[in-house]
Nanobody, 116 residues
Framework: QVQLVESGGGLVQPGGSLRLSCAAS????????MRWYRQALGKERDMVAQ????????NYADSVKGRFTISRDNAKNTVYLQMSSLKPEDTAVYYC?????????WGQGTQVTVSS
């Protein structure tokens, strides 16, 4: 079955960096667009970034442009989110997402907390 497992979250000071990873299985990873979403406490889940199957096209939310970079390694079935210049407002649970078979699949999420 489809599985997405996120890792790499944690507590970081403002201005710091983190790299999130999402290991995928159960589908042909290299054929699908992958996305990162985040959900802050009491707020809706919003898309942060997405990357096309061959990694040629990336898109970012305005709030993270220039600070976050999405990438993928199709040989490892893994998508990454490199986050730099982190701000307290980046605090959220970050989720990996793939849309296939007419539905959305999600990982369990990884908590990112930006605080001094």
């Amino acid at each position: 079955q489809v599985q997405l497992v996120e890792s790499g979250g944690g507590l970081v000071q403002p201005g710091g960096s983190l790299r999130l990873s999402c290991a995928a299985s159960g589908f042909t990873f290299s054929r699908y667009t992958m996305r990162w979403y985040r959900q802050a406490l009491g707020k809706e889940r919003d898309m942060v970034a997405q990357i096309s199957p061959a990694a040629g096209i990336t898109n970012y939310a305005d709030s993270v442009k220039g600070r976050f970079t999405i990438s993928r390694d199709n040989a490892k079935n893994t998508v990454y989110l490199q986050m730099s210049s982190l701000k307290p407002e980046d605090t959220a649970v970050y989720y990996c997402n793939v849309r296939l078979f007419g539905g959305d699949y999600w990982g369990q999420g990884t908590q990112v907390t930006v605080s001094s």
